[in-house]
């Protein structure tokens, strides 16, 4: 019996037969472990690596083991580009449960993937609200609404100017 590149034996009895004498020997397999590193992608906090068994789960993590963005919601660790087959794999989904067995046989980095948050603004004619800018390079997106009402989305933070001066949130 040899080892496998997905599993390793290890041989902790030794058995002593006589000739003619029969036993029945069973093996236990167990799959190899790697280094699972997670690349935040711009967030902080969290753990920063676990332990993979080959074929199984990644253990579940708990909402401190997640890392943070400011402006961004979580939505799990994933491989965009999977050394095997060239797919995205996803591994640990936004609330930190594994989602898939680990099929990786070699030490791997996983990434964070981000979704930003999406707030609404709603600018009433009338109420002194002249214009509303986005605080960071995202983009937002305006149109009419019902009645009088303008609709803006945006993906970070804004603020509005006032005929008065500005407000920030």
Same mark, same amino acid.
């Given at each position: 019996?040899?080892?496998? /590149?997905?599993?390793?034996?290890? #041989?902790?009895?030794? +058995?002593?037969?006589?000739?003619?004498?029969?036993?029945?020997?069973? /093996?236990?397999?167990?799959?190899?472990?790697?280094? !699972? &590193?997670?690349?935040?992608?711009?967030?902080?906090?969290?753990?920063?690596? !676990?332990?993979?068994?080959?074929?199984?789960?990644? %253990?579940?993590?708990?909402?401190?083991?997640?890392?943070?963005? %400011?402006?961004?919601?979580?939505?799990?660790?994933? !491989?965009?580009? =999977?050394?095997?087959?060239?797919?995205? =794999?996803?591994? +640990?989904?936004?609330?930190?449960?594994?989602?898939?067995?680990?099929? +990786?046989?070699?030490?791997? &980095?996983?990434? /964070?993937?981000?979704? %930003?948050?999406?707030?609404?603004?709603? @600018?009433? @004619?009338?109420?002194?609200?002249?214009?509303?800018?986005? @605080? *960071?390079?995202?983009? /937002? &997106?305006?149109?009419? *609404?019902?009645?009088?009402? #303008?609709?803006?989305?945006?993906? !970070?933070?804004?603020? @509005?100017?006032?005929?008065?001066?500005?407000?920030?949130?």
């Amino acid at each position: 019996v040899t080892s496998g /590149a997905d599993l390793s034996i290890e #041989f902790s009895n030794t +058995i002593v037969m006589k000739t003619g004498e029969y036993q029945t020997i069973y /093996a236990q397999w167990s799959g190899k472990q790697y280094t !699972v &590193t997670f690349d935040k992608n711009g967030g902080t906090g969290g753990i920063d690596s !676990v332990t993979a068994t080959m074929g199984q789960q990644l %253990p579940a993590m708990s909402s401190s083991d997640l890392p943070t963005k %400011p402006g961004y919601d979580f939505k799990g660790y994933q !491989v965009y580009t =999977h050394p095997k087959d060239g797919y995205v =794999h996803k591994y +640990i989904t936004y609330n930190g449960s594994p989602s898939s067995y680990w099929d +990786i046989d070699q030490d791997y &980095t996983v990434e /964070a993937v981000w979704s %930003p948050k999406e707030y609404k603004v709603t @600018a009433t @004619a009338g109420t002194g609200v002249k214009s509303i800018y986005l @605080a *960071s390079s995202m983009s /937002a &997106t305006s149109g009419k *609404s019902s009645g009088s009402k #303008f609709n803006y989305e945006y993906d !970070v933070y804004c603020y @509005a100017v006032l005929d008065r001066g500005y407000t920030r949130p």
